[in-house]
């Protein structure tokens, strides 16, 4: 079906958990209020980015009262946001809900943490182990985080499980200044356009803003048509509220024109892979 | 090269927006430097008249006797060509004051006064003006240790540390900076004629390409020299980098509990901003 999604392009305040719920309510009042039917919140919105050991001090369980607070929210308006996650063993996540109709319809944890570069995620966060797509209202859906998407198999597997729609939360720095865009923004470009243009899905990309620690975060939501095309972008540097009118009719089409996710042979995949994995394991 | 030829649009913009945005959050509206009369400083204070609007920003520049007379000029030069406050303090009687009791103090000993000195006016005036100070180092300069630690080092927050000095040139002229201060030699000023280039033994540009293939592309040793380095030059800087690291890192703690500052107790510095 037709929905309208908003990408809430917000500044988060490093460690700040009630102030950005302040940010996040007053972002999901707006998009009610212009009708829309699902808001896309980036990475670690609850929290900010760079936390190290601030994790233990800004996690929320699931039944905490904030994300209960969002779950209700959620009768108006379908959620995805990000956040640290606290298990009941103690381990701490980098995670993303998705919140529709007052419950929790899916938690996806970060795959792959960065601990490379300027990422240090890996000291301090527990990695997830699942990519699953689910059913929403508006589709199947799959949830990425990041670093999540820049690896193929992971935007593969969700398209292979159904999904139509990738929803990437994500706190991407900026740098690289030698070219005619920004390196970091330029590289997220060409890797959503791809993306969307092998599985012949939409990807909805929210991007937070914002400096810490003079690392900015460049913003640049977007929201990428199943042909790979870029159909709305979020403006560089600065806070955004990116309204996106999602159009059922050309996913159908694409997916007549361009059928390569129901060619896509996943018993030559499986048998492939199943075959490096015992090499290895040699 | 690519990468020292930066998109000046891109870096105005980052870096405008860093002041902006790594002041006010601290909930504070107003920024302090001492302006030299040299590009460096000249560009942090285009940038922060950007970033804060020029009646937010207060220039400072600090002379000493044997300072050359066209420092000076040159700072006021910038401070009017950008609309922002500006002020003149002597630092002759402080220094003087302390080196009569070392009359036989050399000329680095001498500079390094000198540029504490005037870091302990900048921070006095951070406490007085309600006004962060701001940096004026270059990635060039904090590479190659050509500072002073806990003087022209010493800032709150540096808007241009990761930009090179063939950058700080470019973007010098983007944000229309008086010609007369990007095409003068650059100079530390510490004493009649005194040169960088003279003082470091090559030419700013020539360390810059290999500053950035080295630092930020990692280049090999044996890459370095196939794309035309001299070793002894490679060899030169590599040392430079090293000895002068323990200006770029802070004080060394001795370990003996659990959580040892910047250790295993790791904080943002904009935690809860």
Redesign the interface.
Known sequence: MDFTAVLAQIKP????VADNLVIIEGQIAKARETGADLIVFPELALSGY?????VPEVALRIDSPEIQRLAELSRGISIAIGFVEETDDYHFFNSAIYLEDGAISHLHRKVYLPTYGLFDEQRYLARGSAFRAFDTKFGRFGMLICEDMWHLSASYILAMDGATTLICLSSSP?RG??????GSASSWQKLVSTTALFLNCRILYSNRV?????V?FWGGSEYIAPSGESIVRGA??EEDFVTVEIDEGALRRERIFSPMMRDENLFVTMQELGRIAHERGR | MAGLRANMELLRRLLVGFVRDEVRKVGISKVVLGLSGGIDSALVAFIAAEALGPENVHAICMPYSCSNPESEAHARLVATACGINFSVIQITPMVDAYFEMFPDADNMRRGNKMARERMTILFDHSALLRALVLGTSNKTELLLGYGTLYGDMASALNPIGDIYKSQVWQLSRAMGIPAEVIEKQPSADLWAGQTDEEELGFSYRQVDELLYRMVDQRLTKQELAAEGFEDEFIDSIYLKIQGSHFKRRLPVIAKVSNRTIDRDFRYARDWGK
């Open positions: 305040k490093l460690g700040c760079f936390l190290k050991d601030l900026a200044i030698d070219g005619d865009s920004l914002g400096f810490e620690d003079g900015n560089l540097f």
